[in-house]
């Protein structure tokens, strides 16, 4: 009572709005004005940036969580009514005319797209120590995730402004409490990896409160009564913050028309993302969620047509654990299961999305970017009345369609995964107990795949690459391949990278091979040891000959091994740089390395 007298007016309306959803129990106990002052206003921000944070604000909150935890409750299903069937999309195949086509219109209208990374997650899977963009996506040249992704935009930037104006595509960050500080650090210290700090926009996502029951009362610290306890409320918060950052509407006057969404850790995408793109400006889709082969029951979400009793229809990401059940609850008695092609039938969500501006704004306008949400409380037994912990709401970013109209041109594109996926989210424990022929997505799967797709993409270019071999590293078999690395501006497209390799090149398979500039060109080279070529953009070169050196041995670490870093512990390998021929140009002109 008598602390009401400590609060702002608009705190007296927080305090009354909670006390009648039945929040009392926040403040029970509370000792009279004159003691724990401090806290109690430290509790009250807290309160207000909760309130502030949500759209609709802490009523709709716990609002939300008391239906959805009453539907919970009472084993209501969400796909209730709806059944599931195999969806149509483009289907695409690496360097087929098609695909050219598709890249060549891609990379053009890059330059009215913005990209959107979402890195709030702390990765607990992973158990990485630091930030999982830090992360070298591979080890022979030690670049990071976000220094390659925003090497990619750059080379996509100057790809799609070759004689116009130089556009800046915009680069937004989702980060969180638990990201947000290192991230901008890793930024500042490497001068933005290239881009314009300007052209980067950093937005931290908020936590939720959590939820202590049934009734949707909210959970206090166990050792703090003056704070609530609060978890992550998922990526799909990446679509309020954009909206009411005002972020959209700049975008859209500068003349903008694509947003493409993507994850911490996929060192493939971006070979992916002009030829994507090329499908959502040919097929006018509003969105296209990209999408590859899926193993049955394999730990990601797959892309579904949902066709409701009542005549609604939607394409739509179905959860990996609610894809099963919804198939055996449809008419599928064995559920998710492999078809003849020795895949699942619904497609896997990469959970790259690309959405057209205008409609996106459009959406967001009557929504505020509320996406649909979902609670998961792990229950005590079978009453479902009281939970083991404290829960809390949460959302998912590829869950954006669901609120839009039928007529919404929703529609996904399925890329072959050894150039479109390969995360890095699981273990070295949790990896080497994955079923075989269901892929690691570890730090060593990572690693191998980047390898295997550019050199499957040289051999298509018409480079004789030798076959790979397997081998296993912290238990996991993978394939082997020479080390065959490149910077984002040498090959952006396919068809780039085959105008630069030229005659008859080889490379053997204990190779590595760093190709660090932008008009480095290959001809007639026979690759057997490691060959390190850096060059600035205004100086040619032109690498032909034998180059033969005892070249970057590949040995085995074990991740138990505290001897040796964290980062190559988690993959199981390291390179032991033995020999190698290491080349840089500084000044324009044109070069010949003759080796
Ligand atoms: N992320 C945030 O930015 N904020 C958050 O609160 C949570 C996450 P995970 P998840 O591609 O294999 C997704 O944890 O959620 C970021 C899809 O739902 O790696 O288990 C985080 O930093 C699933 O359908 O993945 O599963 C990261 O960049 C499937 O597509 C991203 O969100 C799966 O990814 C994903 O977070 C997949």
Redesign the pocket.
């Known amino acids: 009572g008598e602390n009401l007298n400590l609060l702002s007016t608009q705190q007296q309306e927080l305090v009354k709005m909670l006390l009648e959803n039945g929040q009392d129990h926040l403040f029970r106990d509370w000792p009279p004005p004159g003691v724990d002052d401090d806290h109690k206003k430290a509790f009250f921000d807290q309160l207000t940036l909760l309130d502030s944070s949500y759209p609709g604000g802490l009523e709709s909150y716990i609002k939300n969580a008391k239906r959805l935890l009453a539907d919970s409750k009472a084993g209501n299903n969400p796909y209730d009514g709806f059944t599931p069937s195999v969806p149509t999309g483009e289907t695409l195949t690496f360097g087929d005319e098609n695909y050219i086509n598709f890249e060549e219109t891609g990379v053009h209208e890059a330059r009215k797209a913005a990209f959107v990374?979402?890195?709030?997650?702390?990765?607990?899977?992973l158990g990485y120590s630091g930030i999982?963009v830090a992360l070298p996506a591979e080890t022979t040249t030690g670049t990071c995730f976000i220094q390659h992704y925003i090497e990619s935009i750059l080379a996509l930037q100057e790809g799609s402004s070759q004689g116009e104006s130089q556009t800046q595509i915009p680069l937004v960050i989702?980060?969180?409490d638990d990201?947000h500080g290192r991230t901008l650090e890793l930024l500042e210290s490497n001068s933005y990896f290239g881009m314009q700090p300007t052209q980067v926009t950093l937005l931290k996502?908020e936590k939720v409160a959590c939820l202590e029951d049934n009734d949707a009362r909210l959970a206090l610290e166990q050792q703090n009564k003056y704070r609530i306890q609060t978890k992550?409320?998922?990526?799909?918060?990446?679509h309020s913050l954009l909206y009411s950052s005002g972020i959209l509407n700049v975008w859209y006057d500068a003349g903008l028309k694509w947003v493409l969404f993507?994850?911490?850790?996929?060192g493939l995408l971006f070979k992916a993302i002009p030829a994507a793109l090329g499908v959502s400006a040919s097929k006018q889709y509003h969105v296209n969620s990209l999408a590859v082969p899926r193993k049955a029951k394999e730990?990601?979400?797959g892309i579904t047509r949902l066709t409701h009793s009542d005549g609604r229809s939607m394409v739509i990401?179905v959860?990996?654990n609610q894809l099963d059940p919804l198939l055996r609850a449809s008419g599928y008695p064995e559920g998710d299961v492999n078809c003849e092609t020795g895949y699942s039938p619904f497609p896997?969500?990469?959970?790259?999305l690309i959405l057209e501006l205008g409609p996106y704004i459009e959406e967001l306008s009557k929504t505020g970017g509320a996406i649909q949400e979902f609670v998961n409380p792990k229950y005590k037994d079978a009453s479902k009345t009281s939970f083991k912990s404290s829960t809390r709401l949460?959302c998912?970013?590829?869950d954006y369609p669901k609120t839009l109209s039928p007529s919404a041109r929703v529609g996904f594109t399925v890329m072959e995964t050894w150039f479109a996926?390969a995360?890095v989210?699981n273990n070295a424990e949790d990896a080497a107990k994955v079923p075989k022929g269901n892929p690691y997505?570890s730090a060593t799967s990572g690693e191998m795949a980047i390898y295997r797709a550019n050199s499957i993409i040289l051999k298509k270019a018409g480079v004789q690459v030798a076959e790979p071999v397997l081998q296993v590293f912290n238990g996991q078999e993978v394939e082997v391949w020479p080390r065959v690395t490149w910077k984002p501006k040498w090959g952006l497209t396919f068809s780039r990278i085959k105008s630069k390799v030229r005659g008859n090149c080889s490379i053997s398979l204990r190779s590595t091979l760093a190709i660090k500039g932008q008009n480095i060109f290959i001809e007639n080279l026979s690759l057997d040891g490691a060959l390190i070529i850096d060059a600035v953009d205004e100086a040619e070169v032109n690498v032909s000959g034998s180059v033969q050196n005892n070249g970057w041995i590949l040995e085995t670490v074990d991740y138990k091994d505290t001897t040796e870093p964290e980062v190559l512990r988690i993959r199981g390998f390291k390179f032991n740089k033995t020999e190698q021929l290491e080349t840089k140009y500084a000044e324009p002109g044109k070069f010949h390395l003759k080796a």
């Open positions: 990374l979402v890195a709030g997650g702390l990765g607990e899977r999982k989702m980060t969180s990201t996502q992550p409320h998922g990526h799909g918060d990446v993507f994850q911490d850790t996929n730990a990601i979400g990401n959860e990996y896997g969500n990469i959970n790259q949460e998912m970013m590829q996926y995360p989210k997505h």
